[in-house]
């Protein structure tokens, strides 16, 4: 089997794989959460004193690190408590509470 066989194989079930985490790590639609192209935002419950947390992901993408095709896979995700009156203006969120 030649090289570039195998290097097809081989992105495919890498593909695959990626796919299959960001189906299993995906929140549920009832969580309060709104998607983006490259971002997902979901807002936790409001608390007694009016602050929430909003939490956001972004899947695992492929991109070609320019050494030879390698690939490199990365994805993240971060939660934050929002404050009453605090702005929301900020890296493309939805500035207003996401029921």
């Given at each position: ?7 097809m ?5 890498l ?53 030879g095709?390698?690939?490199v ?27």
């Open positions: 089997m030649s090289a570039g066989v195998q290097m194989r081989l992105l495919a079930v593909v695959l794989a990626v796919a299959a985490v960001g189906v299993g790590t995906a929140a549920p639609a009832a969580a309060g959460c709104q998607v983006q192209p490259f971002v997902t935002w979901c807002d936790g419950p409001i608390q007694p004193d009016g602050s929430w947390q909003r939490c956001w992901q972004n899947p695992p993408s492929i991109v070609n690190n320019g050494a095709g390698g690939i896979i990365n994805g993240g995700q971060q939660c934050n408590t929002v404050l009453p009156g605090q702005p929301l203006d900020g890296w493309g969120q939805p500035p207003h509470y996401i029921p």
